[in-house]
């Protein structure tokens, strides 16, 4: 079924352009030179003694007079016109001039910071368009408490916030630009209705490690904040994906998971398999796995399997029923495991019981936490696959930003759906499951090499994923 040369993760990993790599494999050239090329000058030492001293010499002038050929032609057509070269020296003058005046311009004609640009009608930094946003409509005006001529720079800006609205309207900055909240409402719903850029459809998760641009209106305790297109687009294609794998449980599947009745020891593996299988088609569907090292990719998946396979329970999980519920777009319908018949198979394992009733609790605690948000548990599943400490990885600081991501993209979901009075609190008893989350993976990783000897009955991904050969062998 799998290539034995491979590993199974890369067949999986590179199911759809198998043949594609394959028939891309590079060719071996033959190290002679066909006619009419040239060829290279001897490296070795010894193969320079075949060449006599004439043939050496002028081999060398040949190599040192290539790039002079090349440099003396260029300059002779800067040269050979006296008129184009005036014309182009001059141009490259006025260039020099233009982008000093740009540099003095882009300077805050408030506080002298640097400027990003023109921020209602004048020339100002970032903090001072936000000041000019929440002050300049204020019914109550600021006092100074000098002599209203305050000194506004990036040190002092601060202080003083009459003379720094003061100024701000000297500048020119007017306030009637300032957009009110319905207005903003009705810009967001535009841009909610346009069609996404290009270069958005291509964005990742690192998009929101930039900062963060300050909102105009105060929320109040009781609000949600307001997602941005990209939290939204980003948000959609883990929906996506979700319904595409993960909620897409296929007839083969579905008979291991009804099979509940079976007290079999590879009971558990058999639905591990299919957590799995379906978790590196879903990883596939994000848009950042482009991004990653096929090796890294797999180093992520072997280091991180129990604990988003546990965690894939959690986002099935009912507590109501205490039992899974799979979706299945294929076959139509919820398909329900308890976890109860888990104990069967667990319960012949060494401490299997104990840590089954440790593993309801969490399904509970994570259950409780989430209110029952399928989504905020999966981008918490998500923080937890993208981390930057599983061993062997190549690249740790693109894991590590893209953990750092989808953290903030677990936050802005939460102070959507949330309202601000909860939202922080929400916030961190989600991160705090994963404390637990990885003590019970340890736990199940101990548990399920203490019976390895089942490495020759299991389905080769299994056994590469939880390294059940080398447990099988002690």
Not at 88 to 115: E, I, P, R, T
Not at 320 to 326: L, N, R
Not at 343 to 368: D, H, K
């Amino acid at each position: 079924m799998y290539p034995s040369s491979h590993s199974v993760l890369d067949y999986y990993l590179t199911s759809d352009s198998a043949q594609l790599s394959a028939a891309a494999a590079p060719v071996k050239q033959e190290s002679n030179p066909g006619p009419g090329m040239c060829q290279s000058p001897p490296s070795d030492s010894s193969a320079t003694t075949l060449l006599s001293s004439a043939e050496t010499a002028t081999w060398e002038s040949q190599a040192q007079m290539m790039p002079q050929r090349r440099k003396r032609r260029s300059k002779i057509l800067l040269t050979a016109n006296p008129t184009v070269e005036q014309a182009q020296l001059s141009q490259h003058l006025q260039k020099q001039q233009l982008q000093q005046q740009q540099q003095s311009q882009q300077q805050c004609s408030v506080c002298g910071d640097k400027a990003l640009g023109f921020n209602f009608d004048a020339v100002t930094c970032e903090s001072c368009k936000a000041f000019f946003r929440r002050n300049a409509v204020k019914e109550r005006p600021h006092q100074c408490n000098f002599d209203n001529n305050c000194e506004v720079t990036v040190a002092t800006r601060k202080f003083c916030p009459a003379c720094r609205l003061s100024k701000c309207f000297r500048v020119g900055m007017k306030k009637e630009w300032i957009l009110g909240a319905e207005q903003l409402q009705k810009r967001r719903e535009r841009a909610h209705r346009s069609p996404c850029s290009t270069s958005l459809q291509q964005s990742t998760v690192l998009q929101l490690l930039a900062p963060e641009e300050d909102e105009s209106e105060t929320l109040a305790w009781s609000d949600r904040r307001p997602l941005s297109q990209s939290c939204r687009w980003l948000l959609d294609a883990v929906r996506s994906a979700i319904n595409d794998v993960m909620d897409n449980v296929g007839s083969d599947d579905s008979e291991k998971i009804r099979s509940s009745n079976s007290s079999a020891l590879e009971t558990p593996f058999a639905i591990t398999l299919s957590f799995v299988t379906r978790f590196v088609k879903f990883v596939k569907l994000l848009p950042e796995h482009s991004m990653i090292d096929q090796a890294d990719m797999i180093e992520l998946i072997k280091g991180g399997v129990f604990h988003f396979t546990l965690m894939r329970g959690a986002c099935t999980y009912s507590s109501e029923e205490d039992s899974f519920q799979f979706e299945s777009n294929q076959l139509g319908g919820l398909h329900r495991m308890p976890l109860d018949s888990l104990s069967m198979s667990l319960s012949s394992w060494p401490a299997g019981t104990q840590l089954l009733s440790r593993y309801r609790q969490f399904l509970r605690s994570s259950s409780a936490a989430s209110e029952g948000d399928r989504l905020a548990l999966t981008l918490l599943q998500l923080v937890d696959f993208y981390n930057p400490s599983r061993p062997l990885l190549r690249n740790m600081r693109l894991i590590d930003r893209l953990q750092k991501g989808y953290i903030q993209l677990l936050w802005r979901h939460v102070e959507h759906t949330w309202p601000m009075a909860r939202s922080r609190a929400v916030f961190f008893d989600l991160l705090n499951r994963l404390s637990d989350l990885d003590r019970l993976a340890t736990d199940f990783s101990n548990l399920c090499h203490s019976v390895g000897s089942l490495g020759d009955h299991l389905d080769p991904l299994l056994v590469e994923v939880f390294n059940l050969r080398g447990s099988a062998a002690v």
